[in-house]
């Protein structure tokens, strides 16, 4: 066992001036652990200087600060009229101070005390763990950085190399399509070449008999014999096959660039942290169950079937009716649009450029209603649209089914182009419900298309590029239904 008194130190408290005998006391003033015998040492310089109590109480001795008019005594009130400037009990009597309210200072240091242990427990409980959290979350982003950005390129390349096995296949179409060009032009040639060769046998021909006839002196022959120049005088039409021309196209690189892909910008998130040390920690779930009553807006629909809100004081909606009714945060009628059909619409929309787009089930159009004049965007065939939905690169996304209502897909439109179809996963299985009920559909914050299919009572999340990411079908009991405020949310 080790001797040295100093070795359970860890233990047992010493003396601060003799540094070898237990502790009994302590100065609050001093901050110093004392034991008996050093007590009168540490306060032969005045007893007024110093505050000894019991180490068990040590630092429970308020220092008041020293009152600047009475040095001799100590400012243990404050002036509540004069800024809460610190005072001794002389001042109160003072000229300066009469029927001012004074305030103790230990009733304001004690609140404030607990001010500071509640926000110390916070800082430990609540601030640091999150702050350290958020942080682990950055380094964790950040480590992985390089490997999504590796994907990222990994993919352009990939890409890259479709593009030029596609241009070779394209290249090598033309050349095949030169070679049959050539053969043909061949073709044309050797034949009237032929043609040529075989008059040429019989100019020979004729000729050799000329000659023998100019030489025979036999009169039967010469008598009989008549001019052949006309007859070999109409030259066949000279032939002139052009050769094929190969007509070059500028090469357009910002076509080309957003043929090849897109890339996203950056898109920075932020969730909201703040949790104020004083606030209950609620649950999402306590937050649901009870909802704020913002408004209450009268449509006037027998049945309201659409509800959008790109802005909040704008409210768009629609039923059965042939119109389509934009109201403010009021409950007051803000805008008409009248359907060109004169049919109720079965989805509406308003895109970032304020314009209006709305579905026709019975002429299968998507409209666009643009400074009060409706356009038709696009008109389908064999599919009836049900929903639609803008992305955040300005791609159009419609729900539909198919005319004999077996099959249901979303299409991707880049203007009045279809670009994209979503239908089936990997397995070749309808990734929706394959009937005419609403499917409403957007697009979240990670460029993912979510489908909230009603029929089905599922939330169906699909990648950009149309794979499926999950499918939500919640508890039976609740989760038997799904509305636009299901996955519907937009940010402006």
């Given at each position: 066992m080790d001797d040295d008194p100093h070795s359970s130190a860890q233990d047992v408290h010493r003396c601060d001036l003799c540094k070898t005998a237990i502790v009994h006391s302590y100065c609050d003033f001093c901050h110093v652990n004392l034991c008996k015998p050093c007590v009168v040492d540490h306060i032969s310089d005045g007893y007024h200087k110093h505050a000894i109590v019991p180490f068990q109480e040590r630092r429970s001795t308020l220092i008041y600060p020293k009152c600047v008019t009475h040095p001799q005594k100590i400012c243990d009130l404050q002036c509540k009229n004069c800024n809460n400037i610190f005072i001794c009990s002389s001042c109160t009597a003072s000229e300066q101070h009469r029927s001012h309210i004074f305030e103790e200072v230990s009733e304001t240091y004690n609140a404030k005390k607990k001010i500071i242990k509640e926000d110390k427990e916070g800082f430990e409980n609540m601030i640091s763990p999150n702050y350290e959290k958020i942080a682990l979350d950055l380094e964790y982003q950040l480590a992985n950085l390089d490997e999504g950005y590796?994907?990222?390129?990994?993919k352009i390349s990939k890409q890259g190399e479709q593009w030029h096995r596609a241009i070779d296949i394209v290249i090598n179409k033309m050349k095949i399509e030169i070679s049959e060009i050539k053969v043909d032009h061949r073709g044309i040639l050797q034949k009237h070449l032929d043609e040529i060769k075989?008059?040429?046998?019989?100019?020979?021909?004729?000729?050799?008999?000329?000659k023998e006839i100019e030489k025979s002196t036999e009169v039967h022959p010469v008598i009989e014999y008549s001019s052949k120049i006309k007859k070999f005088s109409n030259f066949p039409p000279k032939v002139k096959v052009l050769l094929p021309t190969f007509i070059t196209k500028p090469i357009d690189c910002e076509k080309l660039y957003s043929s090849v892909g897109q890339i996203n910008p950056l898109s920075t998130a932020t969730e909201e942290n703040f949790l104020s040390p004083n606030q209950p920690k609620t649950s999402l779930r306590e937050l649901l169950d009870e909802p704020e009553l913002v408004a209450t807006i009268q449509t006037?629909?027998?049945?309201?079937l659409n509800v959008?809100?790109?802005?909040?004081?704008?409210?768009?909606?629609?039923?059965?009716?042939?119109?389509i009714r934009c109201f403010n945060s009021k409950g007051s009628l803000f805008q008409k649009i009248q359907t060109k059909s004169e049919q109720y619409p079965c989805g509406i929309y308003v895109d970032r450029a304020g314009d209006v787009l709305y579905l026709d089930d019975t002429t299968k159009i998507v409209?666009?209603?643009?400074?009060?004049?409706?356009?038709?965007?696009?008109?389908?065939q064999g599919w009836m649209p049900r929903q639609l939905c803008v992305t955040?690169?300005?791609?159009?996304?419609?729900?539909?089914?198919?005319?004999?209502?077996?099959?249901?897909?979303?299409?991707?439109?880049?203007g009045s182009t279809e670009k994209q179809t979503i239908q089936f996963d990997n397995e070749g299985k309808p990734l929706y419900s394959e009937n005419v009920q609403p499917k409403f559909i957007t697009e979240n914050r990670?460029?993912?298309i979510c489908l909230a299919d009603c029929w089905a009572g599922a939330v169906v999340v699909v990648n950009q590029e149309g794979k499926l990411r999950w499918r939500y079908t919640g508890h039976p009991s609740v989760f038997r239904y799904c509305t636009c405020s299901t996955v519907i949310y937009e940010e402006n």
């Amino acid at each position: 066992m080790d001797d040295d008194p100093h070795s359970s130190a860890q233990d047992v408290h010493r003396c601060d001036l003799c540094k070898t005998a237990i502790v009994h006391s302590y100065c609050d003033f001093c901050h110093v652990n004392l034991c008996k015998p050093c007590v009168v040492d540490h306060i032969s310089d005045g007893y007024h200087k110093h505050a000894i109590v019991p180490f068990q109480e040590r630092r429970s001795t308020l220092i008041y600060p020293k009152c600047v008019t009475h040095p001799q005594k100590i400012c243990d009130l404050q002036c509540k009229n004069c800024n809460n400037i610190f005072i001794c009990s002389s001042c109160t009597a003072s000229e300066q101070h009469r029927s001012h309210i004074f305030e103790e200072v230990s009733e304001t240091y004690n609140a404030k005390k607990k001010i500071i242990k509640e926000d110390k427990e916070g800082f430990e409980n609540m601030i640091s763990p999150n702050y350290e959290k958020i942080a682990l979350d950055l380094e964790y982003q950040l480590a992985n950085l390089d490997e999504g950005y590796e994907k990222i390129t990994t993919k352009i390349s990939k890409q890259g190399e479709q593009w030029h096995r596609a241009i070779d296949i394209v290249i090598n179409k033309m050349k095949i399509e030169i070679s049959e060009i050539k053969v043909d032009h061949r073709g044309i040639l050797q034949k009237h070449l032929d043609e040529i060769k075989q008059i040429q046998s019989l100019i020979r021909q004729t000729l050799l008999a000329i000659k023998e006839i100019e030489k025979s002196t036999e009169v039967h022959p010469v008598i009989e014999y008549s001019s052949k120049i006309k007859k070999f005088s109409n030259f066949p039409p000279k032939v002139k096959v052009l050769l094929p021309t190969f007509i070059t196209k500028p090469i357009d690189c910002e076509k080309l660039y957003s043929s090849v892909g897109q890339i996203n910008p950056l898109s920075t998130a932020t969730e909201e942290n703040f949790l104020s040390p004083n606030q209950p920690k609620t649950s999402l779930r306590e937050l649901l169950d009870e909802p704020e009553l913002v408004a209450t807006i009268q449509t006037r629909y027998r049945e309201l079937l659409n509800v959008y809100c790109r802005k909040e004081e704008m409210i768009w909606t629609s039923g059965k009716t042939k119109d389509i009714r934009c109201f403010n945060s009021k409950g007051s009628l803000f805008q008409k649009i009248q359907t060109k059909s004169e049919q109720y619409p079965c989805g509406i929309y308003v895109d970032r450029a304020g314009d209006v787009l709305y579905l026709d089930d019975t002429t299968k159009i998507v409209n666009r209603v643009r400074n009060g004049q409706t356009e038709k965007l696009i008109r389908l065939q064999g599919w009836m649209p049900r929903q639609l939905c803008v992305t955040s690169t300005g791609d159009l996304l419609v729900t539909m089914y198919s005319d004999d209502k077996t099959q249901c897909k979303v299409a991707r439109y880049s203007g009045s182009t279809e670009k994209q179809t979503i239908q089936f996963d990997n397995e070749g299985k309808p990734l929706y419900s394959e009937n005419v009920q609403p499917k409403f559909i957007t697009e979240n914050r990670n460029y993912d298309i979510c489908l909230a299919d009603c029929w089905a009572g599922a939330v169906v999340v699909v990648n950009q590029e149309g794979k499926l990411r999950w499918r939500y079908t919640g508890h039976p009991s609740v989760f038997r239904y799904c509305t636009c405020s299901t996955v519907i949310y937009e940010e402006n």
